[in-house]
């Protein structure tokens, strides 16, 4: 089995991704070669073949080139596994590059069982197998299923590639979240409401709690997306990403996207009524309870400590 | 302009699921089904843009005769007329097949712009929008957090990761995936649910769309193996808040 992994460059930067592509073909002890839109400056330590493509001609978000010049690393290396990390370069990409091999994709991987990709379902309560039945395949990995245990090493034999073609899309460039307020990343308590919260007059409960634990609070995306919590406290891939002594989840259900932005936590509680929530895979204790009731009880008795 | 939204039914994420009896799927009865929640996003929006332009507006769903219920809410939210394809075995499609479906429908509709979520709430494979875009081979926009129409140019933003957006430009025809939080959807009000009841929903067997082989399908599905392991703790208020006091004292420092 021969493995393209499709590295990811960014605002001028090499992205940590890499690492996970290399875990994961590691994992699957297969031959790979690498590819990237970047610069020869800043490749990833890698012993193998790179695919290189120059970033400045290429741009960074441009699909349709990216897209054949995967097509053209792919053939090169024959490449029988295209793997993408499942991120907003993978998941635009991936699918494009799938559709021109004829080939199926299984998104957001989170294990290989036996040869065999699997996925999550339902907000990861469930897991599927999927049966693949073309012969190449192109993946996307969930971030963070596969990580390496050391640094990489090695110095890639860079191939250079290129591509004339274009597109009718065009990039404008960035824009960065906005900055300023509250920095959770330097909290020591962190108690965040989730869209059990229900409505946003229950932010004080939330708020209440973080202060008589003399922390701050913070929000899944919903939360942040109805304007019940500005972005700055929002924890996430898309947000904040957290390590505090504690982290209380109050009625958020522990979806992947959330559970990236706080799972290096020290301790975490999850107060749900869901038993069967995800986020009780990462939580010490989960305390089953309806938080509109519990939070201000529990509250109250901390305040009385 | 002409418009399509695509929309999938979902079950409620917080339902306590089964295995279904062939061990493929998850069991579809006793389960509350919503609207994926991104597509209530692609819908909204859609929506906007036909009040600014005037435009006519279709949505489409695949999926077994209760999905129509979930039609409804978007012809109530503002969608001109319902297709659906009617497929009692939607859940056992790969994203190929549907989104072969979809472009089969759309191909001869020359279609201005297709909205679509940024991927299912269940199977979540964030390809079917892509997919649909390579095959009738228009420009395609994934996970839109801001979206303007002006002269025959969409001007959206892609949201990444850590909360930086991609400024993006492309000229119609296009597709784009919704991501959330790209706009507030509206709730139905009572008179656009009536007159949702008069708008045309016509079924189309999914035999007449379906001329893909499927590429991929779900040989098993089951739950993963517990191995948080953490304590979970039930009862009373009080006796909760006590229990979990005493563990915060003994485990962290925070009580200190
Ligand atoms: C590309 C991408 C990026 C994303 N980035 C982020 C991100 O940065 N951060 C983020 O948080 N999400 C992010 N998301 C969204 C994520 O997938 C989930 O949709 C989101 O985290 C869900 O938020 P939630 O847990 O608050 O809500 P839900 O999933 O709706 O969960 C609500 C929970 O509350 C519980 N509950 C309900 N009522 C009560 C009650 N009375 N008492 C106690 N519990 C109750 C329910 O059992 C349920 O578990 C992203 C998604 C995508 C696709
Ligand atoms: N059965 C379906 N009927 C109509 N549209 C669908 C269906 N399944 C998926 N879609 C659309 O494709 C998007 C991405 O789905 P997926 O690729 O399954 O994650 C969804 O948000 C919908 O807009």
Redesign the pocket.
Known sequence: MKLLLVAEYREGKLQGSANDLMAFAGKMGAESAMFLVGTEADVPKFEGTLYLADVQSCGEYNPAVHKQLVLEAVSRSKAEMVVFSHSSYGWDLAPRVAFALKAAQVSEVVEVVEGVPVAPVCNSKLRRKVAVKTGQTVLTLQSGAFSLADEPSGTPVIEKISSTGGSVMSFGGYEQAVQGGVDLTKAQVIVSAGRGIGKPENIAIIAGLAKALKGEYGASRPVVDAEWAEHNRQVGTTGQTVSPKLYVACGISGAIQHLAGMKKSEFVVAINTDKDAPIGEVADVLVVADLKTFIPVLTEKINAL | MNILV???QVPDMESKFKVDGAGRWYDGADLAWRM?E??EY?VEQAVQLKEKTGADLTV????PERVKETMKKALAMGCDRGVH?ADEA?STKD?FS?ASI?AEFAGSKSFDLIF?????QD???????VLVAEMLGVPCITTIVGFAYEGGTISVKRELEGGVKAKVTSPVPALV?CQLGLNTPRYPTLPNIMKAKKKELVSVPVADLLKAQALAETSALYFPEKKGGGLVLEGDAGDLADKLIRILKEKTAVLA
């Open positions: 695509c929309i999938k994926n991104y597509d692609a489409l769903c695949i999926g394809v939607s994203p549907i979809i679509t979520g940024m991927q299912s199977r979540g494979s964030a390809q079917v929008g995936t």
